[in-house]
Nanobody, 126 residues
Framework: QVQLVESEGGLVQAGGSLRLSCAASGRTFSSYAMGWFRQAPGKEREFVAAISSSGAARYYADSVKGRFTISRDNAKNTVYLQMNSLKPEDTAVYYC?????????????????WGWGQGTQVTVSS
């Protein structure tokens, strides 16, 4: 089973940028589709972005499209989330998630993921 460790989040002003990373254990990272989710206080966990195992396919929530970019480096067993033009409503705990998938498969449903990171807090001040 894959184990995932997210980088530290942080506090950033509105309009700023932050990059999250998520490192995976094991030698089969290149066979995993990856996703980023977030959960704000009092709200349900929501989908943010997903990337296929090859990196060829990416999918974004409408709320972050054009501002966030998901990418991966299979040689480093790492997936990234570059967040630009951050807004206070982006404040949440961010989680990365993994599941096996074909080279062009992306997944937006949290219940279809097998492994989860511990979460990292991102706070955007106004």
């Amino acid at each position: 089973q894959v184990q995932l460790v997210e980088s530290e989040g942080g506090l950033v002003q509105a309009g700023g940028s932050l990059r999250l990373s998520c490192a995976a254990s094991g030698r089969t990272f290149s066979s995993y589709a990856m996703g980023w989710f977030r959960q704000a206080p009092g709200k349900e966990r929501e989908f943010v972005a997903a990337i296929s195992s090859s990196g060829a396919a990416r999918y974004y929530a409408d709320s972050v499209k054009g501002r966030f970019t998901i990418s991966r480096d299979n040689a480093k067993n790492t997936v990234y989330l570059q967040m630009n033009s951050l807004k206070p409503e982006d404040t949440a705990v961010y989680y990365c998630a993994a599941r096996r998938g074909s080279s062009d498969y992306t997944e937006q449903q949290s219940y279809n993921y097998w492994g989860w990171g511990q979460g990292t807090q991102v706070t955007v001040s106004s």
